[in-house]
């Protein structure tokens, strides 16, 4: 069964400061994964995604996500952090292929960017 | 411009109460979902779709019901709602291949 790993239930930073938000997975065969976001009272928002290719993908708002597949990883980063960047983040993988295409949902991790 | 559309937005209703949760999409994606979510935490597969006609039960037991009789809709139903189906219900739809999941703005559902 797949399953996806969001180790930190809450990650603060300072306004400016890189930022890291942690995910790992375990999946058969080769994931695809990806990273949403979701505001208050909003629905989720896509980000980004990694399905093959460059281990490096860009996303929106200037994230970025490294897909480490020896260590079954897929962090989100940014360079620079934003007040406005404060939100719930979820990480999700699903297999590549199959009938029912299951995506699996991390628990989310909150990130507060403190000004 | 292709969106996926939930009414209402909010809802608060007794005890009782049959209600039905409005999800529309003008991607023209082949796949529907219904997810439950609780504020601030993970979500939950309820109900899914792969077209016209196909309706699965998720991850989650629901006492909700769907049906997909168009495309570009898929409604959740409660026939008799319950203090328990207090929460968030989102609406999502995917294309076949790509996996992205594109997200309704939610509806947030008290039941008193």
């Known amino acids: 069964a797949q399953s996806v790993a969001q180790p ?27 990273w949403y976001v979701q505001y208050p009272n909003r629905g989720l928002q896509f980000l980004l995604k990694y399905i093959t290719g460059d281990n ?18 897929f ?19 699903s297999p590549p292929s199959g009938g029912y295409q299951k995506v699996t949902f991390g ?9 | ?41 993970e979500l939950h597969l309820i109900h899914y779709s792969y077209g016209v006609n196909s309706t699965e039960k998720g991850d989650l037991s629901s006492e909700s019901t769907v049906s ?12 008799s709602a319950r203090p328990s189906h207090t929460s968030q219900y989102l609406c999502a739809s995917s294309e076949g291949g790509a996996k992205t999941q594109y997200f309704g703005p939610g509806t947030r559902l008290l039941v008193l």
Not at chain 1, 58 to 72: D, I, M, R
């Open chain 2, 1 to 41: 411009e292709a969106d996926i559309y939930q009414t209402p937005r909010y809802l608060v209703i007794g005890t009782g109460k049959k209600i039905t949760l409005e999800c529309s999409q003008t991607m023209g994606h082949d796949k529907m979902y219904w997810y439950q979510q609780d504020p601030g935490m």
């Open chain 1, 8 to 34: 930190e239930d809450q990650v603060n930073v300072a306004e400016g400061n890189p930022l890291t938000v942690k995910c790992t997975y375990s999946v058969s065969g080769n994931p695809y994964l990806f």
């Open chain 1, 75 to 93: 962090h989100l980063k940014k360079p620079s952090a934003l007040v406005s960047d404060s939100a719930l983040y979820f990480c999700a993988v």
């Open chain 1, 107 to 115: 628990i989310g991790t909150k990130l507060q960017v403190i000004p």
């Open chain 1, 56 to 73: 490096l993908v860009k996303g929106s708002y200037g994230f970025e996500a490294e897909f480490n597949k020896s260590q079954t990883s």
């Open chain 2, 68 to 79: 997909r009789i168009r495309t570009e809709h898929f409604p959740l139903t409660l026939e």
